[in-house]
């Protein structure tokens, strides 16, 4: 295998189960490198059980099935452990820290690094892209608007350099304008080589801005392929395009 499509996450029969409720039921998911790949799905088909499992951040429950990711096992690594090994999630309903200035919540997510001077070119570049969080610096994160608190998320976890972003549901709750923003900020970053796993109940944004999909359905994955032909899949429009 080729450095182009090495896997830097790889998921084999992962299986979760809450109590009696199986939310996981034995899935394959593989991301290469450079790849973005997204998991669309209904309400509760078990995307966030999914990358919560992958971050070590499900409630006390049966997991079963292995996570490898950059070649080693994730199983056993402590959410606080992730950020070191240059995986970055931005969680459904933001995360953000909301009695923390904005300004504050950008430092955070680069507390991993020690390069200062870096870390400022870094945090002007997201001002820059989000102009509204340098009018807004000194606000507590918590007085932002859910699609700013979204542009927050996104560029804290970025401050962190990752490998590989999780991300749960970027566009839930936003207004067009800010969806349309955010898929901007995603496709970019894709374009710098960031490698990405995109979770969307939007299917039809989430695979125009993917190189693969993946289907679930009730726990399982149903389909998978070229993002770019499950557009055009008369099964995905019929399900989640509303076509
Ligand atoms: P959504 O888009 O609504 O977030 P999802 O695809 O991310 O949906 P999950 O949140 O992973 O789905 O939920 C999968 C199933 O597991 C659902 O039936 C949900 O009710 C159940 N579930 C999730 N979290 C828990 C929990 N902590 N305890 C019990 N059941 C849970």
Not at 1 to 9: C, D, K, T, Y
Not at 29 to 39: D, F, I, Q, R, Y
Request: glycine share 10%.
């Amino acid at each position: 295998m080729n450095e182009a499509n090495m896997s830097m996450l790889k998921i084999s029969g992962l299986k979760v189960a809450y109590g009696g409720i199986k939310a996981v039921k034995g899935i394959d998911l593989e991301v290469n490198k450079g790849e973005l790949v997204t998991l669309i799905g209904a309400n509760g088909a078990g995307k966030t059980t999914t990358l919560k499992a992958i971050t070590g951040t499900l409630p006390a429950c049966k997991v079963e099935g292995t996570i490898s990711y950059q070649g080693q096992p994730l199983k056993g690594t402590h959410s606080f452990q992730i950020v070191e090994k240059k995986l970055a999630m931005v969680p459904e309903g933001r995360g953000v820290f909301t009695r923390m200035s904005i300004h504050e919540n950008l430092l955070m997510g680069a507390y991993t690094r020690n390069d200062k001077a870096g870390i400022d070119a870094d945090v002007e570049k997201w001002y820059s892209v989000f102009p509204r969080l340098k009018e807004r610096s000194t606000s507590m994160a918590g007085t932002l608007s859910g699609g700013e608190q979204q542009m927050l998320a996104m560029a804290r976890a970025l401050m962190s350099h990752p490998e590989l972003l999780l991300l749960d549901e970027p566009s839930m709750g936003l207004s067009p304008i800010m969806v349309e923003k955010i898929f901007e900020v995603i496709r970019n970053v894709s374009k710098e080589g960031i490698t990405i796993l995109l979770v969307e109940q939007n299917a039809k944004l989430a695979l125009q801005a993917a190189h693969r999909g993946y289907v679930m359905d009730s726990g399982a994955i149903t389909m998978t392929g070229d993002a770019a032909a499950m557009l055009n899949d008369p099964r995905v429009q019929a399900a989640y395009l509303g076509e």
